[in-house]
Every structure is written in C-alpha cells, then in structure tokens.
C-alpha cells in the first residue's frame, strides 16, 4: 500500500514539474506578481504620498455648445507611478522587463475630471488600457475617453469670440497626503490633436490649484484651452447677408416718389429681413448674461428698417398732399421750407392768417407745390441720415468684435 502512494505521489512531482517547466514566463510573473491587495497604497512608508506624474494629450475638440455651457472633448492622459511590490528580477523570467496587468489587479490613483458632466466622471468608467509594469516596479497607464466638461463661454464677440475652456483634473477621495499628482509640463501635449473646423486652437496652459475640503487638502490641475471660432462661414452665412439688406433700405430713398413703388419695396424688403432673422435666431447663442453684439446690431437694424418705412408713409403723405384744407401739412411743409432751403414766394406768407385770406385756386395751387419740394428734400435728407446711421452703427460692430 505504501509502494502504491510512492507511485502515485513521484507521479504527480513529475507532471508538476513538466508544467512549470512548459509554462512562459510572463505567465509565471503574473503568478507571483498579481497577488497583491489592490487597494493598499505602494509606499513602505505610510506617512509619505504616492506621487503620481500627469501628462494630458488633447486629441480633439468635437463640440462647443453655446447654449448648455460645455465642451465635448476626446482626451488621454499618460500616468506614471511606482509600486514596489511589482518590481521583479528579469533574470528570473527569461529577461523580461516590461508586462501589461489587468487593471483590476493592482492598485490605480482615484483620478477624474471633476468639472465632468455625468455621472461616470472617473477614469476607470472608459474604454481604459491595462497599464503596463516595467520591471523597476514603474507603472504606465494610458486611460483616455471622450468627455463632456461645462465652460464658462462669453458670447459678447460673436461669432468672433475667443474662449478658455477649463480640464479640471483631481483626485475624489485621496487628499495630497496620500496621493500627490504633478504635472510635467507647463502645456498641454497637442502632439496628436486633430484640427477643429469650426475652432482653432490658440495656446494651452496648466495651473495648479489647491482646495481645502473638510480639513484636507486636495491639489487641482487646472488643463486651459484657449480656442477661437473659424468664422469664415458664419461671415459667409449669417453676417454679410444681413449686412447686404440693410443697405438695401437705402435705396428705398432712391426711389421717385412718383412711382407709387416706395411702400412696396419697404415691405418687401422688411420682410425678407424679418424671416431672415428668424432663422439667423435660432443659431445664435441664448444668454442673457452675455448678450452678443450680433443680436445688438440685428435688432438695431430691425428698427432701422421700421424708421424707413415709416419715414417714407410721412413723406408720400406731404408729397400727394393735394387737399389745402389739411393745415396741420401745410403748417409743417411752410415751416420746414426755409430750413431745407427752398425759398418761399415774397407775396405768400408762411403764417396761417395770412393764407387763409389768399385766393383758393392760388393757394391751394402753390401749397402743393411747396409740399411736394419739401417731400423731395425730405427724401434726401432722410436718406443720408439713414445711411450715416448704418455705417456708424456696422462700423461700431465690426470694430468693437476685433477688438
């Protein structure tokens, strides 16, 4: 019986060891390495901080919404730390120096965007990369993900504004006893970023911000872009449209009077400007707080075009004034007379007592003459007021969004 349990347990060594013997090394590293207690520190000292180095790599900007404050972002960072207890003898494993792990098996810093919308806001809630151990017991990770971060955006310039977008990165639970993060570099690695049609990338910066919450503190690196809108298309599309028709109101004033079109081309026009912004509306962006000056100069050139059309019914009014009982036009158009230079006849008075007193086919005859007069001139001078009002007020725009 005791032969038999010989057999049996020399049997058993010997496969044993043909498997350890068949077995790569990287597969027996992971055995004796992997067994550790992922969510006690690497430090034999526990007074002292795991310092982490941080490195951000912006890939791409994929959206910037005017509306809810945020930008949409694709990002990574490059994590670098040491744990003592993954450092190995490459002599051991066929001169192995470098192995991925699992990212659920070892110890991983609490890292996350803390200005992040969502509920999923650490680096571990992605399409992660197990990180990778060199034999000195240095610990690579590369995590990276698409993010959705809030943005403090001043549309006062729009669309020739420039904006500073802020990456908050910090830790959740562990305060600078315990973790320490630091940068090492004073830019953001751009190395890989892929240019934004619709943003240009300015300049890149890193701060680093210290907050103290419940009595501990814990360091933020503060990640800022500083970004500025492509606005060919929206000068293309939105700007010089409106430009175009605002100007087109001046031509109203060109019109004769005789033709009888005045009115018409007002209306068409004021019209065609109105469903233009009503579209133009619902692309810009909705603040209160900052109000674009395009909404500014959209909303001045509306009440432009009601003084046109409303100084044009005045004026056809006093011009087809054909009835001399009208004192209160033949008042303003004796009155007025003088001051856009038209001369009034020696033997007709501009008062009312003494026209009243004229003949009726007399007066009646040259008060329409004068009415007419001062409608023409009227239609001059309201003309050039209007045109030195656009230019002043286009000319204030495009000056104070390039300033």
Not at 27 to 34: G, N, Q, V
Not at 45 to 61: A, E, G, M, Y
Not at 203 to 230: C, G, H, M, P, Q
């Amino acid at each position: 019986m005791n032969s038999i349990t010989l057999v049996i347990w020399m049997c058993v060594c010997l496969s044993q060891g043909r498997l350890s013997k068949t077995k790569l090394p990287e597969a027996r590293l992971h055995d004796d390495i992997l067994g550790i207690n992922k969510y006690v520190r690497p430090v034999s000292d526990i007074t002292k901080p795991v310092n982490v180095r941080l490195r951000l790599f912006l890939l791409s900007i994929i959206e910037l919404n005017e509306r809810k404050g945020t930008m949409s972002s694709s990002i990574w960072l490059d994590l670098r730390w040491f744990d003592e207890q993954l450092a190995w003898n490459t002599s051991k494993y066929s001169g192995l120096e470098t192995s991925r792990v699992p990212f659920t098996s070892i110890w991983t810093p609490d890292i996350l965007l803390r200005n992040e919308i969502g509920n999923k806001k650490g680096m571990k809630h992605t399409n992660f990369v197990d990180p990778t151990v060199r034999y000195t017991g240095e610990v690579i990770w590369w995590p990276g993900k698409e993010i959705n971060t809030k943005c403090k955006i001043d549309t006062t310039k729009y669309p020739f504004d420039e904006q500073v977008c802020t990456l908050c990165v910090g830790k959740w639970y562990s305060d600078d006893s315990k973790v320490n993060i630091t940068t090492t570099s004073s830019k953001i690695n751009i190395m890989y970023y892929e240019e934004s049609e619709e943003w240009e990338l300015l300049d890149t910066s890193v701060e680093l911000d210290t907050r103290l919450e419940a009595l501990l503190e814990f360091s933020i690196n503060l990640f800022r872009v500083k970004i500025k809108r492509r606005s060919a298309f929206f000068m293309m599309n939105i700007v010089l449209p409106v430009l175009l028709m605002s100007f087109l109101n001046q031509l109203c004033f060109v019109l004769p009077l005789e033709s009888g079109e005045k009115i018409g081309m007002c209306m068409a026009i004021f019209l065609t400007f109105a469903v233009f912004l009503s579209l133009v509306g619902n692309s810009l962006p909705q603040s209160s707080v900052h109000m674009p000056a395009y909404c500014v100069y959209l909303v001045f050139q509306t009440i432009l075009g009601i003084l046109t059309i409303s100084s044009e019914v005045f004026i056809l009014r006093v011009y087809n004034n054909s009835c001399w009982d009208d004192s209160t036009l033949r008042r303003f158009a004796f009155t007025v007379a003088p001051c856009l230079g038209i001369p009034l006849a020696n033997n007709i008075k501009s008062t009312e007592e003494d026209n009243v007193d004229l003949p009726t086919c007399k007066s009646k005859g040259y008060g329409e003459e004068i009415c007419r007069k001062v409608a023409i001139k009227l239609d001059i001078v309201c003309g050039w007021v209007m045109l030195a009002c656009n230019l002043a007020f286009t000319t204030g725009f495009f000056f104070f969004v390039n300033t």
